[in-house]
Structures are given as C-alpha cells and as structure tokens.
C-alpha cells in the first residue's frame, strides 16, 4: 500500500514556474514507476510524464515537453514536477500517481488526492 500526497501549485502567472511535490509512505517506493497527470474542469485525465524507478529514463506528453521536468529522490520517498514557462492551458489539478499504465491513460495503481495549479495574470 502506498499513499501519495501532492504539495505546491495555486496561482502562477503566464511564463512563470512552478515545482510539485509528491510524498509517498508506505514501503519500497523505489520499487514504483511514478507518474504525473492533470486534469482540467470539463476533461479527461490526462498523462503529463512518468519516471522510471531509478529516475534515469523518463517520458513525457508532447504538450509539456522541454517545458516540464520530473525527477525523484528515492531516499525521501518524494517525486517532483518541475513545470516552467507555464501557459494558461496548463492550468488543471494535478495527480501523481504510481506504477501508471505505459499506454498512457489515466489508470495506476495508487493515486494522490491532487493539487490545483492555476496559470492566470
């Protein structure tokens, strides 16, 4: 069993960036693929990026790529989404996630409860 809680995020201007973090409990997260989703009012899940469990190989959305940056620190159970120059079409609530399908869609094993991240001037 993992629990996983998202932390960071609220309101960034356009251009501007923001740094999410995901604090994972529970035994051998090492163990698990991390991932990050996001969802915006009105729409689906969606897949931003995933890391692999040494944090060497990761894998991103082609709508955040070289904008959005996901790293780990498995010695404090913690996985990070660096996100820059933001648009307001990044705006959603963001998830973490563990062990998230390689397909791509919104399905993993454990979830976190999200945190909002608004770009807006």
């Known amino acids: 069993q993992v629990q996983l809680v998202e932390s960071g995020g609220g309101l960034v201007q356009p251009g501007g960036s923001s740094k999410l973090s995901c604090a994972a409990s529970?035994?051998?997260?090492?163990?698990?693929?991390m991932g990050w989703f996001r969802q915006a009012p009105g729409e689906e899940r969606e897949f931003v990026g995933r890391i692999s469990r040494s944090g060497f190989i990761t894998y991103y959305a082609d709508s955040v790529k070289g904008r959005f940056t996901i790293s780990r620190d498995n010695a404090q159970n913690t996985v990070y989404l660096q996100m820059n120059s933001l648009k307001p079409g990044d705006t959603a609530v963001y998830y973490c996630?563990?062990?998230?399908?390689?397909?791509?869609?919104?399905?993993?094993?454990?979830w976190g409860q999200g945190t909002q991240v608004t770009v807006s001037s």
């Open positions: 996630a563990a062990n998230p399908r390689t397909t791509g869609r919104p399905e993993a094993d454990y």
């Open positions: 529970g035994r051998s997260f090492s163990t698990y693929t």
